[in-house]
């Protein structure tokens, strides 16, 4: 079965405003990662200290979902607005049922990542749909 869930993009406050919905939710977070922690990140070496430690990734589980999010630096290329600061992040069963969904979704839209293998161990990828959705497609191998 497919899951989704939500992908929130910060300014560089994700961490503030997940220990804010923590307090409310309660949970405990899964996944935090912080720009730092990634082994090769090209322009690193460029970002400052402050950068250095926003997060890169973040979930809190909800019931039986997953709310995440990032800091989403400027520098990285990042630009956010009202409208692209949330995505749709989908979860397959298969590596097959990603590809399936990827190159359907992306039809008459703009592959943003593609889909690959991913430093943190799944296969990932991201899209803007024909409508100007943001997907992320995110299979993990049990």
């Known amino acids: ?11 560089g ?4 405003a997940f220990l804010f919905y923590k307090s409310i939710l309660g949970g405990d977070f899964q ?7 990634i082994p090769e990140l090209p322009g690193k070496e460029k970002m400052t200290e402050k ?3 926003m ?6 589980p909800i019931g039986e979902n997953l709310m995440m999010a990032t800091d989403a630096l400027e ?11 949330t995505s749709m992040s989908l979860h397959p069963d298969t590596r097959e049922e990603t590809d399936r969904l990827n190159n359907a979704l992306s039809s008459g839209g703009q592959t943003t990542t593609p889909m690959d293998d ?7 990828g ?14 993990h191998e049990a």
């Open 118 to 124: 991913m430093f943190w161990g799944d296969y990932w």
């Open 75 to 85: 520098n990285m290329g990042h630009t956010l607005a009202r409208g692209n600061n």
């Open 1 to 11: 079965m497919i899951k989704l869930n939500p992908y929130l993009n910060f300014m």
């Open 51 to 53: 950068e250095l430690n």
């Open 31 to 37: 996944g935090m990662m912080r720009f730092r922690d």
């Open 13 to 16: 406050n994700t961490e503030e």
């Open 55 to 60: 997060l890169v990734h973040i979930a809190l």
């Open 126 to 139: 991201m899209l803007t749909d024909k409508f100007g959705i943001q997907w992320m497609i995110n299979y």
